[in-house]
T-cell receptor
Framework: QKEVEQDPGPLSVPEGAIVSLNCTYS??????FMWYRQYSRKGPELLMY????GNKEDGRFTAQVDKSSKYISLFIRDSQPSDSATYLC???????????????FGKGTLLTVNP | DSGVTQTPKHLITATGQRVTLRCSPR?????VYWYQQSLDQGLQFLIQ???????AKGNILERFSAQQFPDLHSELNLSSLELGDSALYFC??????????????FGPGTRLTVL
């Protein structure tokens, strides 16, 4: 079992739709949870990160973490064609030293927002 | 533009050969991470260096090695290449290694094709 599992999709939605992207993880030591966006033929870029359980909102994006169920979600409101990309969830243990900063990624979900 | 540069952008080589991928981190960043992205495995952590020293190892094959130089640029050496090594190789950098969380900034990647 991979430490971070993500539904690969692909996901195709009309412009303006609410998008829900989800991951599960198995390592209880994970404390930091991130969502990266990767456009075709580009490097991943950080969208948001969350520490422990809770919600975090940034504009049209909301990240949710439920540590009790080991569930990570990203919601995109009023989706736009420019949101079309692969979305990657990632987790890390955090804390200084050793391998605590290494990111463990899900495989990514390809999202297409149709005009 | 993340500020992380990687060269070359594309590399085509034959099985059994050796290649070197180069990464320059963002100005001031001391940590460098290498990741491999393939269709079947997704984005996987290979190795981390901090200020010239190896900090953490992930799923890095013995045929692969890396180093970080005094000017903080890093090189990933891949030898005895196999078809299965064809992938995107990303470098990421982050400022420090002594805080709970470090945002990693990814470069544009090097696409390696082994024929």
């Amino acid at each position: 079992q991979k430490e971070v599992e993500q539904d690969p999709g692909p996901l195709s939605v009309p412009e303006g739709a609410i998008v829900s992207l989800n991951c599960t993880y198995s390592n209880s030591a994970f404390q930091y949870f991130m969502w990266y966006r990767q456009y075709s033929r580009k490097g991943p870029e950080l969208l948001m990160y969350t520490y422990s359980s809770g919600n975090k909102e940034d504009g049209r994006f909301t990240a949710q973490v439920d540590k009790s169920s080991k569930y990570i979600s990203l919601f995109i409101r009023d989706s736009q064609p420019s949101d079309s990309a692969t979305y990657l969830c990632a987790s890390s243990r955090g804390g200084s030293g050793g391998s605590n900063y290494k990111l463990t990624f899900g495989k990514g979900t390809l999202l297409t927002v149709n005009p | 533009d993340s500020g992380v540069t990687q060269t070359p952008k594309h590399l085509i080589t034959a099985t059994g050969q050796r290649v070197t991928l180069r990464c320059s981190p963002r100005s001031g960043d001391l940590s460098v991470y290498w990741y491999q992205q393939s269709l079947d495995q997704g984005l996987q952590f290979l190795i981390q260096y901090y200020n010239g020293e190896e900090r953490a190892k992930g799923n890095i094959l013995e045929r692969f090695s890396a180093q970080q130089f005094p000017d903080l640029h890093s090189e990933l050496n891949l030898s005895s290449l196999e078809l299965g090594d064809s992938a995107l190789y990303f470098c990421a950098s982050s400022p420090r290694a002594d805080s709970s969380y470090n945002e990693q900034f990814f470069g544009p990647g090097t696409r390696l094709t082994v024929l």
